[in-house]
Structure formats: structure tokens, C-alpha cells
């Protein structure tokens, strides 16, 4: 028998299996308002990268994208908590001394008027896109090129603090002070933040259509009523970048819009845009406008998607441009997917760099 026989009735065995599975892997009722779950999130990628082999070749590279384990749940029906870590690009080109941390860490009370309060650590609300989980992206991964908060604040997107989180009528919104940037005097005699004031981050949603009323947002619902939201967001923290021209506050504008509707026949038409402007000093590299846009049509397991980012950056040859074709097979949601691309992409000069070409596989395992 051919070799690739066994491995793919393997994996129909396997999903054959896990679609049988309850949605909930470890949700322990502890009492009649205090739940406990327990989930793992495993992300196993496969990676061709044009270039990466030391002769020039084709590079492999076989790792973990993300390992994580998720403990959160309620102590009554008002308070309640999340949990989870991470030890992200396990085994990426042979590095297994990677760091394992918190990735968030939160206590969440509910007021009256579904209006939450929340303290710890947890994602800026910037825009959609940056506050949607890893598990339920409509694309391999997130856009992070075009993520450009200041050196130094938080952890991946995260940063500590409190915010508050609440809806009215079509409205959705985020109001959060964070930590940001610490105030501090570095090696050349400047000071950044030197009042050591807060950083303020909020987000303002109108939900045409549905509502998005999770911590954590998606890429894709697999939802049977069409959904469609506008966002904006504002991020600023004043005298927090040092660069060669003066200390610079730190501004970021985000304008999104996001649009999941089923079309019968178990089909369904995604689309998100979200625009970023980062002015962190004119000299500096991370400042600069830039998009994406996701597009897929899902008929029944099966998706095409495409996305592309570009960034402009306001220093000369800082630019990025990337075209980002893939195919979703939705085994089981968001519970057991393959999720693949081929990323296009220039960076810097672009209309006289080199092109790169990454190829990536990622199975998701959400349980």
C-alpha cells in the first residue's frame, strides 16, 4: 500500500472521531453557578520557506506554532476568570529553548446593563483583528506585520491594566488604561515617559447586523444569521518613543469592518478590512499606514480564502506588500481544521526587493 494511505485513513479516522466529541472538553460544574474548564490549543506547522535551506534551497521547518492550555470558568454568575499560556514557535528551526508564559490572565465582574469590568493582563482593544483568539481565525495566522505598538509594552498585543467592556443597543465598546510604556531613562540620557502616565486604548463598535458578544472575537462564526460590524479605535500614551530626532508620544488610529453571512446550503461569504495608522516619530521605522484585507466562501468543510497586507512606512524603504492565497478544511469548526497558505511577499524597497515565497500547513487541534 502506498505510504500516504495509511496516514490520510489515519486522519479520517481522527476526525471521525473528534466530530463525535462533545463541544466541551474538561467543563467541570462545580456548583450551580461555578463552572471549571480545562482546553488545549495545539497548532502543528509545517513550513517551505523559498531561500531557507543553506545552499539557497527550499528550507523545511516542522514546529509548533502555538501550545496552550486554557483554565477559565465562573465562581458565580457575575464573576468570572480566564486563563491560558503559551510556548509559541516550538521547535522552530530547531529552537526548543523557547519561553513558556501567561498569555492572559483576567477577573471579569458583570454589572447591570451587560457592562463588564476587567483587571489583569489581556489583549489592547485596538480593532477587531487584534482582539479575535487564535483559535478562530479565518487564516493561518494574524496579521502581525502590521501590529506596531512601542517596544516595550506588554507581551503579544497584551499589556496590564483594567478595562470596561459593555454594550447598548447596536453599540459595542472597550475603554482600557493600561500600563503601556514604563516611564525610564535610558543609556543616552533620554527619558521616555517621564511622568510614568498610563496608556489609554478603546474601541467603539456599531453592529449592523448581529452582535459580537464574546471576550475573544473570530475570524469565521459558521453562523446561520448574517453578522456585520464597523469599528474604530484609538491607542495613546504621551512621551513614550525615544528616537534620534526627541522623544515622541505614541499614536495609533484603527478603522475595521467585519462581515460573516450564510448564504444556504451550509455556505458562507467572510470579509475583513482593517486599516492601522502608527505615528511613534517621524524617523522612527515602526511608524507608518497600513491594511489587510481577508476574503473566503466556505461550501460546507471546504474554503478558499485570500488575504494581503500593505504597509507604508514613513521611513523611505520600510514598506511591506503580501498576497496570501490559502485553503481552510473545516474537519470539525474550530475544534479540528487544516488551514494552508502560500504568502507572497515584499519587504522594504518593494518595487526592487526580492521576492519571498513561504509555504505553511497548520493542523488545529481546540479541545
Request: glycine fraction near 10%; proline fraction near 5%; charge should be negative.
Amino acid at each position: 500500500m502506498p505510504p500516504v494511505l495509511p496516514l490520510l485513513s489515519r486522519l479520517l479516522v481522527l476526525t471521525a472521531l473528534l466530530a463525535a466529541l462533545p463541544a466541551a472538553a474538561g467543563k467541570i460544574q462545580l456548583s450551580e453557578d461555578s463552572v471549571l474548564n480545562v482546553d488545549v490549543l495545539l497548532q502543528p506547522q509545517m513550513q517551505l520557506v523559498k531561500g531557507g535551506a543553506p545552499t539557497g534551497g527550499v528550507g523545511t521547518d516542522f514546529f509548533l506554532r502555538r501550545v496552550r492550555l486554557l483554565v477559565f470558568g465562573s465562581i458565580t454568575k457575575k464573576l468570572t476568570f480566564f486563563i491560558d499560556t503559551d510556548q509559541p514557535n516550538f521547535g522552530k528551526n530547531g529552537d526548543y529553548n523557547v519561553a513558556f508564559y501567561i498569555q492572559d490572565a483576567t477577573i471579569s465582574y458583570e454589572f447591570p446593563g451587560k457592562t463588564f469590568v476587567e483587571a489583569g493582563f489581556f489583549l489592547a482593544p485596538l480593532s477587531h483583528h487584534v482582539l479575535q483568539g487564535a483559535v478562530a481565525l479565518n487564516t493561518v495566522d494574524f496579521h502581525s506585520d502590521l501590529i506596531r505598538y512601542p517596544p516595550g509594552v506588554g507581551k503579544v498585543w497584551r499589556d496590564m491594566g483594567v478595562q470596561v467592556r459593555g454594550y447598548a443597543g447596536p453599540w459595542a465598546y472597550r475603554a482600557a488604561i493600561l500600563n503601556g510604556v514604563e516611564g525610564a531613562k535610558l543609556d543616552n540620557g533620554q527619558v521616555v515617559n517621564a511622568d510614568d502616565l498610563p496608556r489609554a486604548v478603546a474601541n467603539v463598535r456599531y453592529n449592523v447586523w448581529g452582535h459580537e458578544y464574546d471576550q475573544f472575537l473570530r475570524g469565521i462564526y459558521f453562523t446561520d444569521q448574517p453578522m456585520l460590524s464597523f469599528g474604530l479605535g484609538g491607542d495613546f500614551q504621551y512621551g513614550a518613543i525615544a528616537t534620534a530626532s526627541g522623544i515622541h508620544s505614541a499614536v495609533a488610529v484603527a478603522a475595521d469592518v467585519f462581515l460573516d453571512v450564510p448564504l444556504g446550503n451550509d455556505q458562507e461569504f467572510v470579509f475583513q478590512s482593517n486599516v492601522f495608522s502608527w505615528q511613534q516619530g517621524f524617523d522612527n521605522t515602526r511608524s507608518g499606514t497600513g491594511f489587510f484585507v481577508e476574503l473566503g466562501y466556505r461550501f460546507g468543510s471546504v474554503e478558499p480564502v485570500f488575504s494581503s497586507e500593505y504597509f507604508n512606512g514613513r521611513v523611505t524603504a520600510q514598506d511591506l506588500l503580501t498576497f496570501r492565497p490559502g485553503l481552510n478544511l473545516w474537519f470539525q469548526k474550530h475544534t479540528f481544521n487544516l488551514k494552508t497558505e502560500v504568502a507572497v511577499s515584499r519587504v522594504g524597497n518593494i518595487a526592487h526587493t526580492t521576492t519571498g515565497i513561504t509555504g505553511t500547513a497548520q493542523l488545529q487541534l481546540f479541545y
